[in-house]
């Protein structure tokens, strides 16, 4: 596994929209992609499926399939009549098309009359290790899930892949088992989120121990400013999963919630990593600091040593590079004045007193311990 640790570029989101604008009006974000649609039309017997860019795949898909649940996959929003022409034919109220078409929402569940409307984070490294973060909208009708993602990103091949085999529920529980299988998987993705993360933080650890240098500590800042945005994600999402356990809308089968509970369980279990991945960030940092404070401590250990072994020699030369005249100028001598520099061999004793205090310094340091650790 590449344990190579690379910056992390967050894509930058702004609100769309002016101020004071009227609510259920729809804001196509910029750069929004054009709408594909793909529909899914399943009962226990068969499976119907087509693709197109406009309301007409819907409209003919449900001529065709009137006994059959739907599933309406939208990827891409970059056209408000086909959300405005969507809303009017399932009769969908304004202020829900605008939450569609504004990509900030944070993950909720709204229940109206006969339909109800819910939202996810879908958070994941693209390839340039870029973090996105997309928004995911579903509304839930008696036969009937719309999706609506921002991208061409496939995030539920295989729940398409359990649609196609028929196994299990996912054809028979109807739309709430389908809202509940893609809800699972954004949270799965989560897991693999924070896989990728926990390799990463190995990794910095592993550097730590062996080559200690900037890029842990900036790798190490990264990760957790990603920690926050997925922790953004699941944190409303476990609120989310909990109002549709506790809801009594005839919408969200029995059956249904007993899956709730299970994914419910995930989204703690990917909340708990978080936290932990969280804290093991921080201790890295700090780990970090006290290592790079314990090696200036070192190197201001070893400079004060050297500084404290040439204090005293430095005081003998400097006593005796004094520029005091052994006579006066009519050839007197005089008493005071340094009668060592007329010694015949006072250099050679000034050389050996300066180094016999040094090695008695060096001998003393090293009784107390001073240079064990160095």
């Known amino acids: 596994m590449d344990n190579r640790i690379k910056r992390v570029r967050y894509k930058v989101r702004r609100h769309q929209g002016n101020v004071g604008d009227r609510p259920g009006t729809i804001v196509i974000p910029d750069g929004a992609l054009k709408p594909h649609i793909a529909m899914f039309s399943y009962n226990q ?19 065709k399939c009137d006994n059959h649940t739907h599933w309406i996959k939208v990827n891409g929003l970059g056209d408000a009549t086909l959300i405005e022409e969507i809303g009017t034919y399932l009769n969908i109220n304004p202020l829900v098309l605008e939450d569609i078409a504004n990509t900030h929402q944070r993950p909720k569940f709204d229940e109206y009359t006969d339909y ?24 839930l009708k008696d036969n009937l899930i719309i999706s609506f993602e921002e991208d061409y990103e496939e995030y539920f091949e295989a729940v398409k892949a359990r649609l196609k085999a028929g196994k299990g529920a996912i054809r028979t529980a109807g739309p709430s088992y389908m809202c509940y299988a893609l809800i699972d998987t954004i949270i799965d993705n989560y897991f693999m989120l924070l896989a990728v993360i926990g390799d990463k933080l190995d990794a910095i650890e592993d550097k730590v121990y062996a080559s200690a240098d900037k890029s842990i500590m900036f790798n190490s800042q990264q990760i957790k400013r990603t920690l926050i945005i997925i922790r953004r994600a699941s944190w409303p999402e476990r609120d989310k999963i909990n109002d549709m356990i506790r809801s009594e809308s005839p919408l969200i089968a029995s059956e249904v919630k007993l899956f ?25 940092i700090d780990l970090y600091l006290s290592m790079v404070s314990n090696r200036m401590n070192e190197i ?8 404290v072994i040439f204090i005293p020699l430095t005081f003998i030369a400097g006593i005796y590079g004094m520029n005091f005249a052994r006579q006066d100028e009519k050839g007197h001598v005089i008493p005071d004045n340094m009668p060592e520099l007329y010694w015949r061999h006072g250099y050679v004793y000034a050389i050996v007193l300066m180094f016999a205090i040094a090695i008695i310094q060096v001998f003393v340091f090293w009784k107390k311990g001073w240079f064990n650790k160095l």
């Open 260 to 284: 709730l509970r299970d994914a419910y369980d995930h989204c703690i279990q990917a909340m708990d990593l978080i936290e932990n991945y969280k804290e093991v960030t921080s201790s890295i």
């Open 45 to 63: 017997d068969e499976l119907v499926t087509s693709e197109g860019n406009d309301i007409k795949v819907i409209l003919n898909q449900f001529k």
């Open 116 to 139: 109800a409307f819910c939202t996810s984070r879908m958070v994941r490294f693209n390839n340039e290790d870029e973090l996105v973060n997309n928004q995911f909208s579903a509304i």
């Open 300 to 307: 201001m250990k070893v400079l004060t040593i050297i500084s």
